[in-house]
């Protein structure tokens, strides 16, 4: 029995017939196109389907579409505005954070979240809020460094 | 300053703007109307004969569109030796194999129907122990190879048992290595469709794409030509996207049998259970010297098991003989691989393709052998570093050779002559390496096309055989092409992902495409620089010979103020009576030769060469190792990009890591114990050590402005040069790998109680 949900994705606001049994992550790629969101486990081990709800960040497999009815729900492609990218995606960009990509969106998000809680972090604040993310190609590295950066850059800017 | 305007700089990769938007398209992303969803049925058990199989309750389904047995489709074979076929009918040789397949309107349906096969297995008999299945009455995994053995690789030069009888020293050794999942964060997918006229698509991500689309055709028994393969971004491969799988043909044969799209993902449960993982080995192996450090012979025998079907796996041993017989210099080496088959996952291509398994056993016994000449373990590797201009004894011609300055780097970042041999539960190990770094001659054609095309607009594009699967291979091709045109960057595109587009190319593996690609793309541009310059010399009243090029713009060498942009020139070679468009084709094919019947040849028109050195901690109360740092100095020929080379480093070496220290598939009874990524243990933020990437230049002769290859270098030394680093630390030497806890310590209480019995051997390495 579908049940109707609204949904804000990206400041858009979605009414939706789904099933219960499906997820976020499924709704989102298959029913919205926001493909940007990867699905790399469907259990919640690899990070790929990072959304944020409610500014929190949450892996899209393991949240019901119904549980997030009447949230609002930040995906990677609401996060630039037009074709000026937010500071944490020209810091990957510039300082060589991704390499294949497919972590990528889950990876940023991630950080923003960390960001938007905590402007200032530490490698090691970086390290805990992007654990539950895996990266297979770039040995982390340059992610952490993109997201330092990043925050020196959004702090300078008083951008959010 | 620079000789050069565009190679050296750190430049962001080309298609990184589709890919931190979320708007790369990746083959999951793509929807075709009327697209059906494709599941596989899996074999649980690992050998059994197929009694019978009953489809009809999943064929009564709402939803679903075809359930296809091996009765459904070619069972043409496939692979090394042909030992595989895209779905069984007789017998499942492993688990995981393909028995029955279904397309559905939605996977769910697809799942539910696959639920409803009814398969009947008489199990047979298995053998999971490589050495096991050789022996007389073991079960046999194909009838056709007695003795389980696939096929051996033999190699001999010079007089073994005669230097082993003369050395002052010899050391004896058998090492172990585990199976590991390459795991790209993007499981294995395809996507096929036919239309009217029988002509195929694929989207699919591979990197392998003529060798698929030869494969697809001859299995699927189509022309060649009907087959269209096309490569959406790739998200990441590590190799393990080489192969073409069952999963592949069935993919296809579903879609042949609906006529409409279909589409199968991996879960990634199947991933580990489907997609081929590093292949473990038993490596025994002996090296003799002389009391001065100076190697005699190296006698190595590995036993590859190879599981039960020839993926590109069971060419893994080409690797490992390579650095067996050519890291440092050996005057006498005999070498024996037998690729033996197993009920178990079959092993493919995992970045390092059988070296790192070698080099953990060459390189741990090297240091072994330090210790017992006395000798420190850098000089011992340094007395002994190739050089340049030296033939190896397999025939491999060393050009540029990086590797004595890489020990020299790495030993200085880590602090070599400050914490080596203190011991106190802390030390530092290093480790070398020789790869392939100028191609890999492996089949008839080690060569790539391409084509640079200068269009109206100033726009130039370059279609390249090569593929780009996160590595960044695309922004060095576009910042080679640049280069050598004299063009602005950002003029350039590159396409490499439609064989119906793109030259041939033998393939993105053997650490290839950057000079491969690079060589070709450097001559087609060369020629299309040429022409452009031949229509410019007119405008300009000048000679072409007197012209020359810089962002995008031509002009009479030291006068730049007036010149001729590349759109402008373009034009003028375009729009007048007679005119000619802009394009250039080049295929280069380096100056390689593939192994001879006695495995001799110079593979590669060059080699890459690195050193790891790595700094530990461990805790003899629990056996935990901590990794502090490691420094990777490598051999790069030039540094094109240099920030995308110290990406390739710090991956490569989290990839090596995983190998040391986590990673392993524990396959038990032919049972893969641990299929998620959870259990599995990929390297996370957390474990990663800090990476020290160190760029060699050594400009060589023929690569493309001095470049060489060096994808897979940065994984394979460094689990030797943690377990050195653990044996300086403690004195217990770990010789399978993971190094994980129990296993150091219990090494540890070994020692603690031979120690205790007064016989030799001590905690502390001296």
Excluded at chain 1, 41 to 47: A, I, L, Y
Excluded at chain 2, 234 to 256: M, N, R, V, Y
Excluded at chain 2, 377 to 383: I, N, V
Aim: include cysteine; proline fraction near 5%.
């Amino acid at each position: 029995m579908k049940r109707t949900i609204s949904l804000t994705v990206n400041g858009d606001l979605h009414e939706l017939a789904v099933e219960p049994r499906r997820t976020l992550l499924e709704v989102l790629r298959d029913d919205l196109g926001l493909t940007g969101t990867k699905r790399g486990c469907s259990t919640g081990d690899c990070g790929a389907c990072t959304v944020l709800l409610d500014g929190s960040a949450v892996n899209s497999c393991l949240v019901l579409a119904v549980d997030a009815h009447g949230r609002e729900v930040l995906t990677i492609e609401g996060l630039a505005e037009g074709s000026q990218l937010h500071p944490i995606q020209d810091a990957f960009l510039e300082h060589g954070g991704l390499q294949c990509g497919y972590c990528t969106p889950g990876m940023i998000l991630s950080a923003k979240a960390l960001l938007d809680e905590n402007p200032h972090p530490t490698a090691e604040e970086v390290k805990v809020a992007i654990a539950g993310n895996l990266c297979r190609c770039t040995g982390y590295t340059k992610i952490v460094e993109s997201i330092l950066a990043a925050a020196e850059k959004i702090s300078g800017a008083g951008v959010s | 300053m620079s000789e050069f305007n565009v190679i050296g700089r750190r430049v962001p990769k080309q298609d990184g703007v589709a890919r931190v938007t979320g708007r790369a398209v990746y083959t999951d992303d793509i929807k075709l109307p009327q697209m059906l969803h494709g599941r596989i049925l899996r074999s649980p058990v690992p050998h059994a004969r197929i009694v019978s199989i009953d489809t009809s309750k999943a064929k009564q389904l709402a939803g679903v569109k075809a359930v296809i047995t091996a009765a459904d489709m070619p069972r043409s074979g496939f692979g090394y030796g042909k030992d595989n076929s895209p779905l069984k009918w007789e017998k499942v040789r492993c688990v995981g194999d393909e028995v029955a397949a279904v397309a559905a309107i939605d996977d769910n349906t697809a799942e539910e129907a696959l639920s409803l096969i009814q398969i009947e297995y008489e199990q047979l008999p298995a053998v999971y122990d490589p050495e096991e299945a050789q022996r007389e009455g073991a079960p046999l995994v194909h009838e056709r190879s007695k003795n389980n053995v696939s096929f051996s690789w033999t190699f001999n030069k010079g007089d073994v048992e005669g230097a082993i009888a003369e050395a002052d020293v010899v050391v004896e050794d058998r090492f172990r290595t585990q199976y590991i999942n390459a795991c790209p964060l993007e499981p294995h997918i395809c996507l096929a469709s036919f239309d009217q006229a029988g002509n195929l698509a694929v989207w699919v991500p591979i990197h392998f794409a003529f060798m698929f689309r030869k494969d697809v055709a001859e299995v699927m028994g189509m022309p060649w030509s009907k087959v269209r393969v096309i490569q959406p971004a790739i998200g990441g491969s590590f190799g393990s996207k080489i192969d073409t799988e069952p999963f592949h043909f069935i993919c296809i044969a579903l879609a042949q049998k609906t006529g409409r799209p279909v589409k199968i993902a991996f879960t990634r449960e199947e991933e580990f259970l489907a997609a081929r993982p590093r292949q473990p080995m038993i490596l025994d192996i002996r090296m003799a010297a002389k009391k001065d450090g100076t190697l005699l012979a190296r006698d190595v025998h590995i036993i590859s098991d190879n599981g039960a079907y020839n993926a590109w796996g069971s060419h893994a041993l080409f690797a490992a003989m390579m650095s067996v017989t050519s890291l440092y210099r050996v005057p006498n080496v005999r070498f024996v691989g037998d690729v033996v088959y197993t009920n178990k996952p079959y092993g493919g291509s995992v970045r390092g393709f059988g070296n790192p398994q070698a080099t953990f056993a060459i390189e741990s016994q090297m240091d072994i052998l330090a210790q017992k000449l006395g000798i420190d373990p850098l000089e011992l590797r340094l007395k002994n570093a190739n050089q340049p201009g030296d033939v190896t004894v397999q025939d491999v011609k060393i050009t540029s050779c990086g590797l004595a300055e890489s020990i020299e780097k790495v030993a200085q970042r880590i602090g070599w002559s400050e914490h080596h041999g203190k011991g106190g539960n802390r030390g530092v190990g290093v480790a070398s390496l020789i790869h392939v770094g100028g191609g890999a001659r492996i089949y008839k054609s080690d060569g790539c096309g391409a084509i640079v095309k200068i269009d109206d607009g100033g726009d130039i594009t370059v279609i390249i055989g090569s593929s780009e699967l996160g590595q960044g291979s695309e922004t060095v091709q576009a910042m080679m092409a640049a280069e050598e045109l004299g063009a602005r960057l950002e003029d350039i595109r590159v396409i490499n992902s439609d064989t119906a587009i793109k030259p041939w190319d033998v393939g993105s593996h053997a650490s290839r495409s950057t000079f491969i690609s690079g060589m070709a793309i450097k001559r087609a541009a060369e020629q299309a620089k040429k022409q452009l310059f031949e229509a410019a010399a007119q405008k300009l009243e000048a000679r072409p010979e007197d012209l020359e090029s810089l962002d995008s713009k031509i002009f009479v060498k030291g006068s730049p103020d007036r010149f001729l942009t590349f759109g402008q020139a373009a034009r003028a070679d375009l729009l007048r009576t007679g005119g000619d468009v802009i394009v250039a084709k080049y295929f280069y094919d380096p100056p390689n030769v593939e192994l001879d019947r006695g495995f001799f040849g110079n593979v590669s028109a060059t080699y890459a060469f690195g050193s790891h050195a790595a700094e530990v901690k461990v805790d003899p109360e629990t056996g935990a190792v901590d990794v502090v740092r490691i420094a990777a100095a490598h051999d790069v020929g030039r540094a094109l990009n240099p920030m995308g080379l110290e990406a390739q480093i710090e991956g490569g070496v989290a990839m090596g890591f995983g190998y040391a220290m986590t990673e392993e598939l524990q396959v038990k009874n032919g049972v893969i114990q641990n299929v998620s990524l959870l259990d599995y243990r990929v390297p996370t933020v957390q474990d990663v050590p800090a990476i020290d990437p160190i760029i060699i230049e050594t400009i060589d002769p023929i690569g493309p402005f001095g470049a060489k290859g060096m994808g897979e270098c940065s994984t394979v030394p460094t689990a030797p040069a943690i377990a050195n680093a653990i044996y300086d630390a403690t004195g217990v030497r770990i010789k399978d790998l993971p190094i994980t806890p129990e296993k150091v310590l219990r090494a540890l209480e070994e020692a603690k109680e031979t120690s205790k019995d007064g016989s030799e051997g001590g905690l502390i390495d001296e």
